[in-house]
Nanobody
Framework: QVQLVESGGGSVQAGGSLRLSCAASGYTYRFCLAWFRQAPGREREGVAAINIDGGTTYYADSVKGRFTISQDNAEHTLYLQMDSLKPEDTAMYYC????????????????????WGQGTQVTVSS
């Protein structure tokens, strides 16, 4: 059973940085790990994803160049480094895991991730 526990959310001013962590356990090889977010009144959207085998990364256009997804396989931890934060980044952020590789164009929309964390709130003030 895969378990995911997020941490690192908080409040920050626009232009600031935060690093989210996701302690992951129970997964083996060929998993796609991802970050999603959902703001009040909006649909959930994919932020970034990474293949645990090989480390190929994928990003939503809205966060490219500002956010970095990474993993520490030895520590079984997924990270999301968020820089140059904007008020529109305010949302609940979720860690997700799914069997199989992440693929460009299909890692977010249309893919039903099997495992989810409880979420961590990120609030960016202007």
């Amino acid at each position: 059973q895969v378990q995911l526990v997020e941490s690192g959310g908080g409040s920050v001013q626009a232009g600031g940085s935060l690093r989210l962590s996701c302690a992951a356990s129970g997964y083996t090889y060929r998993f796609c790990l991802a970050w999603f977010r959902q703001a009040p009144g909006r649909e959930r959207e994919g932020v970034a994803a990474i293949n645990i085998d090989g480390g190929t990364t994928y990003y939503a256009d809205s966060v490219k160049g500002r956010f970095t997804i990474s993993q520490d396989n030895a520590e079984h931890t997924l990270y999301l480094q968020m820089d140059s934060l904007k008020p529109e980044d305010t949302a609940m952020y979720y860690c997700a895991a799914d069997r199989g590789f992440c693929y460009s164009g299909s890692w977010d929309v249309g893919r039903e991730y099997e495992y989810w964390g409880q979420g961590t709130q990120v609030t960016v003030s202007s």
